[in-house]
């Protein structure tokens, strides 16, 4: 009875060695499984922290000087939401580039626009959505029946992080008829 007692002893151990072993694993699983929940709680970056912008539309493509305004729209996204400049602030933070056909001397017009801070509350400031640009009161050149121009766009963000440049087909500027 001994030589069984002492059997016995030995499956007893065994059988704690072995649980003991699964519990080891078990915790090791509960240590993998929480670092996973903590690094699935983090926020997924979508996009950049540098501000990115798309080209959607511009209308009308052909308009009356002094009577027709253009609509520009452009897609936008940041990856840190900080879009946007307090109204305290008086730079620019949408740059719109008149870009005229022909007549390299003409240089360049700046239009300055400016965005509301668009930063969203909570924990990810990732950000994406529309900017509506209306410019007003476009004149021909001088001398010139119809005028041609392209916008090219471009925004900054809080930490001077300058967008892609966007630029849209070409608009046909025709005179006032009286």
């Known amino acids: ?13 065994r ?9 080891k694993l078990l915790k090791a699983g509960y240590v993998l499984f929480a ?4 690094h699935a709680c ?3 970056r979508l996009f950049d922290e540098v501000p990115a912008i798309t080209f959607i539309s511009a209308e009308p493509l052909v308009v009356t000087e002094l009577v027709d305004s253009i609509v520009i729209i452009v897609g936008f996204t940041d990856g840190d939401g900080d879009l946007g400049l307090p109204e305290a602030d008086t730079t620019s933070d949408v740059t719109v580039y008149d870009k005229r056909k022909g007549l390299p001397d003409f240089g360049d017009i700046l239009y300055p626009f400016r965005m509301p801070v668009v930063t969203p509350p909570g924990n990810s400031k ?13 004149l021909r050149r001088p001398g ?3 005028d041609t ?23 046909i500027i025709k005179g006032t008829e009286f």
């Open 42 to 44: 983090q926020p997924i």
């Open 1 to 13: 009875m001994q030589h069984r007692a002492c059997i016995t002893f030995d499956v007893r151990s």
């Open 126 to 138: 990732q950000i994406s959505g529309e900017i509506r640009l209306v410019i007003q009161n476009t």
């Open 15 to 23: 059988c704690d060695l072995v649980i003991f072993e699964k519990m």
């Open 149 to 171: 121009v392209r916008y090219s766009i471009q925004i900054k963000d809080r930490a001077l992080r300058a967008s892609n440049v966007v630029e849209t087909p070409e608009i």
């Open 144 to 146: 010139l029946a119809t």
């Open 35 to 38: 670092a996973v929940l903590l």
